[in-house]
């Protein structure tokens, strides 16, 4: 009767011990999809932050023509007028243009932050299931000790 009653409950811990395997595991692959994820924003906003630069040095650029143009046109005319205010209007598009990357670079940033608080926590569940796993691999062993030491001592009887 009593061996029945253990095999029973080495039966349900062993089943505990799958079931605590197949979380943790399963929470490896999300937070290794999490990762990934968080790589892939790093590399956005890697590359948003290259447009930045770009129109950054865009709008320098056209600054530079508009201050230029600006002095050209004291002494030229209307030829020159109408070069301003083309250089202007690219001056727009360019701040257009800044400000939208930049707005791109901020969101991407935030995505970021959350995906990393997110795999953090996903880390810390890991390793919480881990050290689960760890103390019912203990008890496994434990009754699995207890165990053999039962069926030794009933053929010893």
Known sequence: METSVRRIGARELYAEVDRAV???KAAVAKSMSLEMKLLQRDGEIWSLECQ????EEELENVEGKLTDARHMVKG???GLQRKLQLLEAQLDTSKKYFQDTSERVRQVEAKAEHLEGRALRL???CNQ???KHEEAELKYQDTRK????LVSNMRNI
């Open 129 to 131: 299931w881990e050290k």
């Open 22 to 24: 197949d979380r943790a």
């Open 146 to 149: 207890r165990l053999y030491q």
């Open 76 to 78: 030229r005319g209307n």
């Open 123 to 125: 880390r810390m569940e």
């Open 52 to 55: 930045l630069s770009k129109a």
